[in-house]
Every structure is written in structure tokens, then in C-alpha cells.
T-cell receptor
Framework: DQQVKQNSPSLSVQEGRISILNCDYT??????FLWYKKYPAEGPTFLIS?????DKNEDGRFTVFLNKSAKHLSLHIVPSQPGDSAVYFC??????????FGSGTKLNVKP | EAQVTQNPRYLITVTGKKLTVTCSQN?????MSWYRQDPGLGLRQIYY???????DKGDVPEGYKVSRKEKRNFPLILESPSPNQTSLYFC???????????FGEGSWLTVV
């Protein structure tokens, strides 16, 4: 049973608008969450993370929100750019021992 | 440059022919792991290693073996590959105190 779920396999957004990617998890023990970005023919690269003691972390155009009571996190990209088109994976861990990944959301930013 | 290097990047092999995918990291990380990526299933962990000589099964270990004799290397071994092991494989590493995982570029494996 998947402990981390990304229920939207794809998302299409106009350039300049906001992209919101969602992720749900089931294990309340998770205390660290990450987002990865993956281009075709490349390995996933780290984008942004958040600890369970926070509810928001911001890095430039990227903001991750964590709602622990709902076991939900989201990644906001503002403004979206065509170069943001990629597959985005969310991941969760506890004590950094093991990381659980979602199935990914393919973002397409249209010029 | 900090990196995780895996080889081969692309391989087509036949059922039952043993193969090894190598993985090496230059960041002195304690933690290394192998994932496979399949459509609709995301990244699933095959095996992981907390340090030298310490390995453990991930979510989908069947049909795979690993070893960790040196800190920098973590090879993935398919003793008798089958077509259902056709997938994209990623090696990854992280430090025990780190807060992110570094991935290799991936190895496309096709078993016919």
C-alpha cells in the first residue's frame, strides 16, 4: 500500500500562472518531506524540502506547504515557466532512514 | 563535483543472463539505495544500505541482490533477470545527517 500518493498524474498550466502540485501521505510518523523534479533521461533532482515542525518553506518561485492534520503537502510554483515542465515527485521519510516516493505528477507549462 | 554515477546507462539483455549495475558516489555518504521507476508507480525502493556491510530490503527486493563492501560503491545484481525487471533504475545516496537524496542519472534496463 502506497504511503505517499500523488493523485494527479498530470497538470497543464499557462506560463505565468500558478502551478499547484498535491501530495497526500498516510503515515503520521513522517517528519520530513521533499519535492524532486525529473526531466526525461535524467535522474531526479532535489527541489525543496520541509520539516514537520514547519508548515511552509519558500525558495524563490517554489513554496511547499504542509498540513499535518490533513496529511497533505503541496508545491506551489509562481510564476510557472516553460522550463518547469517536468515530472515532480513528492517524498516523505522519518529519521531519514527510508524515503517513500509518490507516483509523480507530470507538469506541462504552456508558453 | 558531487555526483552519483551508475553504469551502464542503457542495457538490453536476455532472460536469465546475470547482470550487475554499478553505482558509485563521491560524497562519502553513509546511506545508499536503489529504486526502480515504472509508469504509474513512481519510485519504488529495491534495497538500501545504512553503511558498509549493512543492507536491507526495500519495498520490491524480489529478484535483486546488493552488496556494500566499500562506502562509495553499491552494486545492484540481477542473478537471473526476467522481463518484469525491465525498468528504469536509479541509485541514490545521502548522508546520515543529510536532508536530501542525490540520484544518479538512471539505468534503462530491458530484459527480453
Amino acid at each position: 500500500d502506497q504511503q505517499v500518493k500523488q493523485n494527479s498524474p498530470s497538470l497543464s498550466v499557462q506560463e505565468g500562472r500558478i502551478s499547484i502540485l498535491n501530495c497526500d501521505y498516510t503515515n503520521s510518523m513522517f517528519d520530513y518531506f521533499l519535492w524532486y523534479k525529473k526531466y526525461p533521461a535524467e535522474g531526479p533532482t532535489f527541489l525543496i524540502s520541509i520539516s514537520s515542525i514547519k508548515d511552509k518553506n519558500e525558495d524563490g518561485r517554489f513554496t511547499v506547504f504542509l498540513n499535518k492534520s490533513a496529511k497533505h503537502l503541496s508545491l506551489h510554483i509562481v510564476p510557472s515557466q516553460p522550463g518547469d515542465s517536468a515530472v515532480y515527485f513528492c517524498a516523505a521519510s522519518y529519521n531519514f532512514n527510508k524515503f517513500y516516493f509518490g507516483s509523480g505528477t507530470k507538469l506541462n507549462v504552456k508558453p | 563535483e558531487a555526483q552519483v554515477t551508475q553504469n551502464p546507462r542503457y542495457l538490453i539483455t536476455v532472460t536469465g543472463k546475470k547482470l550487475t549495475v554499478t553505482c558509485s558516489q563521491n560524497m562519502n555518504h553513509e546511506y545508499m539505495s536503489w529504486y526502480r521507476q515504472d509508469p504509474g508507480l513512481g519510485l519504488r525502493q529495491i534495497y538500501y544500505s545504512m553503511n558498509v556491510e549493512v543492507t536491507d530490503k526495500g519495498d520490491v527486493p524480489e529478484g535483486y541482490k546488493v552488496s556494500r563492501k566499500e562506502k562509495r560503491n553499491f552494486p545492484l545484481i540481477l542473478e537471473s533477470p526476467s522481463p518484469n525487471q525491465t525498468s528504469l533504475y536509479f541509485c541514490a545516496s545521502s548522508s546520515s545527517s543529510g536532508n536530501t537524496i542525490y540520484f544518479g542519472e538512471g539505468s534503462w534496463l530491458t530484459v527480453v
